[in-house]
Each structure stands twice: as structure tokens, then as C-alpha cells.
């Protein structure tokens, strides 16, 4: 059976690869749909969804168009969940790799390591990462990235502490391969479909990451995120609840998206290992 | 006995950890933006040199860098935190102050999560194949995809603005005067929407890694004797499956300390619900740094208290697992 076709054999997959694409779609459609600013006030403000043409999901407490953030807002979500998972990628997969190719003191130093980050509450820390760095996208993926990448280290480590004695290393080894060879060429292609499981599960606690700090008020203060919209109407839900609803709906719905696509491609890379549903 | 030695040893580590977050925290101070000095001078209203290099050297600004450390690391280790920027308060009393609230909160979202996820995931488990097991997973991954704030907002929507039925702000109503048993009543009213939705999502992880765990359990050869004892399935299901698929929940939940810590800073900002959460969040808004990593370090030390009280009941409850850590 081809790639597609096991992943398209999860029912729940496929839904979440449409709601993904037809997100990534906004994202690429907002600056034609809506060039302006998404910070320009256009209308008068509280403009309740629906009420007047060309608004279709109503104006903010600064009569912003709700519908031009939310598009707009697609785009970081996705690009910041991208990054720094990306980022988490290029520290945990080296760690992760030398203590389990290496193993012994090494490994028992990465690990306290990765150990110690495990333990401090992460979205503490991100929080005060991103208020001492002051909040801007860098610092924001900086932050995501630090706090997520221990899964990362220690999944690798695990595939390589079981692939380090199988006979095409031995053999590797026997015709002179130096280790960085064996670890990047040899080793690492074999381990790489529970890392783009695990990575795609990462974007979504990225984005979820990521709206909470700017519901927090920690997001960048030149782009406009979903969790800002939300953190920016959370005292006049009262009057608008249309401010928080509509923009909640999408973090839900992408996050929602990425984990399905995360379990399908997790049937379709690890067939036998994929349970009976 | 092996218990107290494990103890010791937890506790080393503990304290080891410990004092990489403060040093940590140390660094992240000198990083922070705004000269502490000048900030405190702008705050008593005078902000002539004079009276700036005064406070430096009151505060050991003057000193080099080690030295500053050293008074650092051991305020910390005498429970000094330094004092809030901004309140002129210490922090450590800003802290203890808000810290029964939070318990409080984390306390009965984590019990309600445990129960909840337990029972659900255990339904779920029995009914694997059947539309009904299906829906209560759905359903899990909607809330465990679902953003915690936008939960609470919505729920203060629902629950409290249109249907009026449940206060959306604070710990008790204030000047309602209200005593003993009244009061009691009063706050769990106002417990009630914030530790619902702080529980959902741990509910969430919970339900999956129950069912998880009882479908591995289900597996092995004791339940197949259970079964050719001819017990009956929802005997085999509670006693057999259950009790042996508990354990690895039990060390998720030490793992999940560390996300209850995130749930509770957002929870407590909408609710307004007066724990450290929104005491971080208050921090934050007026870039209080001294306060914002005190209450870092103090709930990273509250989270490893509670790994290890985890990891003693894991042991307590697997007598299998001697010592090894």
C-alpha cells in the first residue's frame, strides 16, 4: 500500500489534512484579501458579525475588521509553529544523537541536562524568556523552541540506543566509517519517521504555545495573532463575544488539524506498530 | 531502608536543580532591561545620579559580578527573594500570600482530572470498537486541541453572562461579608468554572492514557486467566485491567505537574482568581522582574515537590520497583 493511501486509511487524518490546508490557504490568501493593515481601524467599532456587508465577522474594540486579523493571524500561527519547532528540531536531534551514539558519561550529562529542563515548568519559563528578551517574534520562537525540544533528545536517543548494535552499523564501522558518518548517514535516516511524527505534534503545542503568550500580552507588538485578539477582547466579552469566539475557533481547529495529521502519518510511517482502532 | 535513602537522594537532586534556577534566574536579572537602580530611584520620585549611585551601593549594585551572585544564591537560600519592584513589597510574602489559592485551584483540577480521565478513559477502553468508545476519544482530542483561555472565556460566556449561574471573578464575593460554612459555600460557587476548566484538558491526557494503558494491559497472560476463570468481563475490566494500567498514570501525573503550573497562570488571569497564575500575569503587565522570577523559581520548586511526592507513591503502589532510580 502506498504512503497515501495508508495515511488516507484514518478517517480523522484526511479531515485534518483539508482543515490544515484550507488554513494554510488563508494564510496565503490574507495580503490578497486583505492588503491593508490588519491593524487599521476601517469601521466604527463593536460591529457584531454579519451586520454590515464587507464585515463579515464584525469590527474589534478599535473597529479593526475581525476577519482580516483572523486571516492575517493564520500566518504567524503557522509560520512561528513551523520555526521553532524547526529550532527545537536542531537542538534536540544533535543532543539526543550523541548521548545515545555515545552513551555512558555523555549520555548521563545530556540527560541530567535535558533532565533539568524537563523539570522547570515550561510555559513559565517561556514567559519569562520572553518578557526578559521583550516580546518579538524572535524571541518568541527563541523561547517555544527552548522549552520544547527534551521529547525530542530523548526520542532520539532511545532510536539510537536500539539502532547503535544492529549489523549495518557494526558493518559501517568495520569498512572505517568515522562516527559522524555512521551517526548522520547511517543511523539517522532510520530514526527519522518517529521524529516527523513527534514534529508534527510539536507545531501543534507550538501554536498553542504561542497564542497563549500573546493572549498574555507577550506577542510580537508588529503582527497580529489569534492569541492577542483574544487577550485584547477578554474584557469585553461581556459586549463582543464575537472578538474572542471567532479567533478561538481557529487555534482550536489548527491544533485540532495538526494532531489528526500527526496520528495519520504515525499509521502510514509506523504500519505494524499502529494499533486496531 | 531503602524509602529514606531513595528520599535523600531525590532530595539532592532537588536541591541541585534548585540552584541552577536561581543561577539562572540570577543571569536572566542582569539581562532584563531597565537598570534596577534607576527603576527604584524613578519609583521613590528622584532620579538625580547621586541618589541612583546611593541605592547601588545600598543594594551591592556596585559590586562585581561573583559577589552579587554569592548575596543572591544565599538570599534565596534564607527565603529572601528580594522585594517586588513596584509594590516595595518582599516577594516571598507577595508569594505566600497567594500560594492557598492556587493549591486550592491545582488541587481540585488535578483530582477532578485524575477521576474524570480515569473513568472516561476506562469507558472508552471497553468499548473499543463501538461508536461510543470513538465519541468520548473525539471528544478528548477536541479538548486536549482546545487553548485553556479560550475555554474559561467562553465558559464565563456561557455559564455566567448569558445563563447567570455561576460567578466568573474571584475567590469569594466581596463584601458580601459572608462566614464559616457561608463562606466555604461562597468560594466553592467560584471554584467551580475555573477548576472545570483547568481540569479539561488534563482530562483529556488522562482519558488517552488510560485507555492506552488498559489496552496494553488487556494484553497480558493474567487477563486471559482471568478470563478462562470464566469471571465476568466487568470484574476483569476493574480489577485486573484498571488497577495494573494505574501505574503508568500515576507517573504522568508527576509529569503533568509542570503544564498545571502554565494552566494555572491562564486560568487565574481570566478568572481573576488571586494565586500566583495572576499574580505572575500582574508581574508581567507592569514588567515587575524581580516578582516575575521569584514566582518562576517558587513554582519550579513546587513542581518538584510534587514529582517527588509522585514518584513515593509510585512506589508505594508498585512494590515491584525497589530503590532504582
Redesign the interface.
Known sequence: MSFFARFAQNRGALIGLIILLLIIVMAILAPLLFPESPWRMVQRPFLPPLSQEGFLLGTDTMGRNVAAGLMHGAWVSLLIGLVSTSVALLIGVPLGAIAGYYGGLVDDFLMRFTEFFQTIPNFALAIVLVAIMQPSITSIVLAIALVSWPPVARLVRAEFMSLRHREYVEAARLVGQTNSTIILRQILPNTLSPIIVLASLMVATAILLESALSFLGLGDPNVMSWGYMIGAARTVIRQAWWLSFFPGVAILLTVLALNLVGEGLDDALNPKLSRER | MVYARLILMRLLKAVI?LL??VIFNFF?IQ???GDPAAILAGEAGAADQEFINQLRERFGLDQPMYVQLWRYVSGIVMLDFGYSYRLGVPVFDLIMDRLPATLLLTGTAFVLSLVLGIVAGSMAAAR??KPSG?LIM?LA??F???????VA??S??VFS?YLGWLPAYGLYTVGAGYTGFALVLDIAQHLILPATTLALFFMAIYTRMTRTSM?DAAQQDFVKTARAKGLKPSVIQRRHILRNALLPIITLAG?Q???M???A??TE??FAWPGIGRL??EA??Q?D?NL??G??FF??AL??VF?IFTDLVYRLADPRIKGAS
Open positions: 536543580v541552577l534556577i536572566l539581562m532584563a532591561p473499543v470498537k470513538s473525539a482530542l477536541v486536549y486541541a482546545t487553548p485553556l483561555f479560550w472565556l467562553m464565563v460566556l453572562v489496552l509529569l505537574a509542570g503544564q503550573v502554565g494552566g497562570i491562564l488571569t481570566v505572575m500575569f508581567l503587565q514588567r522582574y516575575l522570577l514566582i518562576f513554582s519550579a513542581v518538584i514529582n
